[in-house]
């Protein structure tokens, strides 16, 4: 498979400085870097973005996390591997990137597990990283940017 034209932001550079510039605005703010590269992978996976799925892999194994919690972010739920904030955290994911999937997406339920393990801040910061992950994953899939190939 090939791409179907180069990857919108290489198309409109403007494009990729904002987002760039929103993902590094979320660094930070009591969220670890690890758990959001959990969640990207996890984000990725529902939305089948093999650009992310690939990137988030890699980056999770070169930063030493292992290979049974990289796997088992597929199937977080019946795996013993992940906390409770990891937990609340790929739930959240799950639920804002599959909005349309139920009427209330993002449950009581699932809000206040998640809200019981981070502040304010660091909620505000995984949100904003849910959402950007669900950009660059529809920017990847539509254009068929293919893990691996270069963006042109």
Not at 56 to 82: C, H, N
Not at 131 to 151: C, E, F, K, P, Y
């Amino acid at each position: 498979m090939q791409a179907r034209m180069k990857n919108p932001v290489l198309v409109l550079p403007e494009t990729l400085q904002a987002l760039l510039a929103v993902s590094n605005s979320i660094k930070d703010r009591g969220l670890s870097e690890n758990t959001m590269d959990l969640v990207h992978l996890r984000v990725s996976q529902i939305n089948g973005c093999s650009v992310c799925t690939d990137m988030g892999f890699r980056k999770l194994q070169k930063d030493g996390e292992t290979m049974e919690r990289i796997v088992g972010v597929s199937a977080w739920r019946e795996m013993p591997y992940f906390s409770d904030a990891e937990r609340a955290a790929l739930a959240l994911g799950e639920a804002v990137t599959r909005l349309a999937d139920r009427p209330d997406a993002v449950t009581d339920e699932i809000w206040n597990e998640t809200a019981r393990h981070y502040d304010e801040k660091a909620l505000s910061a995984l949100i904003v990283a849910i959402a950007i992950d669900n950009v660059w994953n529809r920017l990847n899939s539509t254009v068929r940017q293919q893990a691996g190939a270069s963006w042109n």
